[in-house]
């Protein structure tokens, strides 16, 4: 059906509270009904500029240009100015291919607002989803798992591709847990254990989660004090575990705990003896672990070897943290390149002052840095085993790049809206309520960078020959 036609004088006359119309890049939208639903106000849309008016500079001062094509708004719009086009259009995303793009609109589900604000399970049709796509199975990266699975009926390869939510807490819902929980299990379990807990994670009927850290004992994974006993009909653990990433809603518990002979690695099953609370965190739920008795079947590796299971890890948790991290910081310093382009002060673009492109050009120099940081060590991951993992990269590892700084230079971009929840400012907001999270995952930030440089100092020559100047 052809869009109705109208002139500017018009949509002039369509001005006041009842009945208002405005133009935004040469459409037509009633606001008539909308008005006192508008969350600024209706006294912004009687103003001179706005009501009856072209309010495109107006409307893209204040808000994205993908309202527009939210259904609850696009159906506001009434037809379109004669003889003017759009200038505005969605973004192009690079070069991604239609199948890379597809993938993308596939994964980001509506699910997630809403879970991030209650802080529940995402539902269980997500996870069906994410099941029949194999993505489960996907985000713990190439691997003989993925054999003969086809990746969302073959749009793009398993191994190619990672998501931007923009909803943290949401997506360790998702299994945040189970990607940093399920490889122990796979790379240290029985055959029995392994094949069981792989088909219901991978059928998305079950989560994982890693349970190492408790209050007493972080970074200093050898300090741990939950204990594992030997009985006649088991192990008896005893111990709590703290701010474990899905423990709330886990099936299966990847738990370091000591033992007489070191330390011993577990899979706790959910059932008689465990037990799960709430504790509330910046951006998500987390859970305590306490006791139970578990069979000696599902021990992952071998009893006075469990640091070196859970060291063996740590790479992958650690690089999938800041392939994280990183994907957040490109996202915030995208929304900053948004914004400063059509947030306009003093008459001009955010972009015309000096120091703002200043800004921009530094959070863009940092980000690239981290980028080709992870991509160097994820070549050398690819083309490593475990044991040489150990040796040569854990240490490069845990000098990972740090993210603060672009939480602060974002401020001075986005002004108020950046502590606002919802709006332009919205990704902005969580991103700072967030970021402080990444200098404690995996282990506290200080603490690995010291980790890394010891490492590196292991691998100088002991003794040196100087020779003068000349």
């Known amino acids: 059906m052809a869009t109705k036609q109208f002139t500017t004088e018009e949509v002039s006359k369509h001005n006041k509270e009842g009945d208002l119309w405005v133009i935004i890049d040469s459409k037509v939208f009633d606001l008539s009904k909308f008005c006192g639903m508008h969350p600024g106000g ?33 159906r506001l719009q009434i037809g379109a100015i004669a003889g003017e086009e759009p200038q505005i259009f969605p973004r192009a995303v690079g ?100 094949k069981k807990v792989l088909e219901e994670v991978f059928s998305g009927k079950k989560l994982v989660c890693l349970a190492i850290t408790e209050a007493f004992a972080g970074s200093d994974v050898a300090g741990l004090k939950c204990f594992a006993k030997r009985t006649e009909k088991g192990w008896l653990v005893t111990g709590t575990k703290k701010w474990i990433t899905n423990g709330m809603t886990a ?23 465990v037990e799960t609370k709430q504790i509330k965190t910046s951006y998500s739920t987390t859970a305590a672990f306490q006791q139970v008795l578990v069979p000696y079947e599902n021990t992952l590796g071998e009893d006075g070897s469990g640091l070196q299971v859970i060291l063996s890890n740590f790479n992958h948790e650690r690089w999938g943290m800041t392939a994280g991290s990183i994907s957040s910081q490109r996202s915030i310093v995208e929304e900053c390149l948004k914004w400063a382009s059509q947030r ?40 490593m085993n475990y044991k040489q993992q150990a040796t040569h990269l854990a240490g490069f590892v845990c000098i990972s790049p740090a993210s603060g700084k672009l939480a602060t ?62």
């Open 42 to 74: 209706v006294s912004v849309l009687l103003e001179e500029s706005v009501a009856g008016q072209d309010a495109t500079e107006a409307f893209f001062g204040l808000h994205r240009q993908e309202v527009l094509l939210k259904p609850q708004y696009a």
């Open 409 to 470: 230079d974002r401020f001075q971009i986005f002004g108020g809206r950046g502590i606002t929840k919802s709006g332009m400012g919205s990704a902005i907001e969580q991103y700072h309520r967030t970021v402080p999270f990444d200098a404690v995952l995996g282990g506290a930030e200080d603490v690995l960078g010291d980790l890394g440089v010891r490492q590196a100092m292991r691998k100088m020559p002991r003794t040196r020959v100087y020779r003068p100047l000349v």
């Open 251 to 273: 099936d299966y518990f990847t738990v370091g705990c000591r033992s007489e002979k070191g330390m011993v690695v577990l899979c706790i099953e959910r059932g008689p003896g």
């Open 344 to 383: 306009k002060v003093f008459g001009k673009p955010l972009t015309s002052q000096a120091v703002i492109r200043s800004k921009l050009a530094a959070m863009i120099s940092r980000v690239e840095s981290a980028q080709a940081w992870l991509e160097n060590v994820t070549y050398q991951m690819c083309h």
């Open 95 to 194: 070069a991604l291919s239609m199948g890379h793009r597809a993938f993308q609109a596939a994964f980001r589900l509506p699910d997630a607002s809403a879970r991030e604000e209650d802080g529940k399970r995402p539902s269980q049709s997500v996870f069906d989803a994410m099941a029949r796509a194999n993505i489960i199975a996907m985000r713990l990266g190439p691997g003989p798992h993925l054999k003969g699975r086809v990746l969302m009926d073959g749009i793009v390869k398993p191994e190619e591709e990672g998501v931007r939510l923009n909803a943290r807490g949401y997506l360790d819902g998702l299994g945040g847990g189970t990607y940093i929980g399920l490889p122990p299990i796979m790379n240290f379990g029985q055959p029995a254990l392994r």
